[in-house]
Antibody, heavy 117, light 110 residues
Framework: QVQLQESGPGLVKPSETLSLTCAVS????????WNWIRQPPGRGLEWIGY???????NYSPSLNRRVAISVDTSKNQFSLKLNSVTAADTAVYFC???????????WGQGTMVTVSS | QSALTQPASVSGSPGQSITISCTGT?????????VSWYQQHPGKAPKLMIY???NRPSGVSNRFSGSKSGNTASLTISGLQAEDEADYYC??????????FGGGTNLTVL
């Protein structure tokens, strides 16, 4: 079955760029909407954005000026870049597959990213 | 976009039924049939339990059911079991931010 796996640095310095990749295995990335969702420690979920396999992306308005999500169909993976990070960006970052409108049926295990000098 | 409103906690005894509410507005829950519910155990990724208000993904127990009335959606768990103890999040499509989540409800099985 389809599985997702996040990877990337667990520690990012303030003002730098957070970069994560989500590898899709067991199925093709060439369908569905591929999402990034984060969860600050002890808090709720926040949708960051999605990318379609064609490369079209949509972002949360609150993060729109700092975020970019891209897809690499040749590697069956998609990526997140969030620039100018602050401590408020410290969170567990999940990648997830969008199964229907605004519903996510397959999730990665999540990766903790801490923003600190 | 404010988060959808959920009770912070609910509890129930094994075998009982509980309902978790999720209140939004006409711009999200009330305007579209795109409400989802997720179960999250500590340290784990969320698991989709209900989508499109009432639909259960394959493999999800039929003890879980969803409904909606006006701007409020509900998740009902019948025949409560110890393994149901977890955090539950609702979400809805919204024209302003694509998707908005609730603040989460901690379910305790007594």
């Amino acid at each position: 079955q389809v599985q997702l796996q996040e990877s990337g640095p667990g520690l990012v310095k303030p003002s730098e760029t957070l970069s994560l990749t989500c590898a899709v295995s067991g199925g093709s990335i060439s369908a569905y909407f591929w999402n990034w969702i984060r969860q600050p420690p002890g808090r709720g979920l926040e949708w960051i954005g999605y990318v379609y396999y064609s490369g079209n992306a949509n972002y949360s308005p609150s993060l729109n000026r700092r975020v970019a999500i891209s897809v690499d169909t040749s590697k069956n993976q998609f990526s997140l870049k969030l620039n100018s990070v602050t401590a408020a960006d410290t969170a567990v970052y999940f990648c997830a597959r969008g199964v229907t409108t605004a519903a996510f049926d397959i999730w990665g295990q999540g990766t903790m990213v801490t923003v600190s000098s | 976009q404010s988060a959808l409103t959920q009770p912070a906690s609910v509890s129930g005894s094994p075998g009982q039924s509980i309902t978790i509410s999720c209140t939004g507005t006409s711009s999200d829950i009330g305007g579209y049939n795109y409400v989802s519910w997720y179960q999250q155990h500590p340290g784990k990724a969320p698991k989709l339990m209900i989508y499109d208000v009432t639909n259960r993904p394959s493999g999800v127990s039929n003890r879980f059911s969803g409904s909606k009335s006006g701007n409020t959606a509900s998740l009902t768990i019948s025949g409560l079991q110890a393994e149901d103890e977890a955090d539950y999040y609702c979400s809805s499509y919204t024209t302003s931010t694509y998707v908005v989540f609730g603040g989460g409800t901690n379910l305790t099985v007594l």
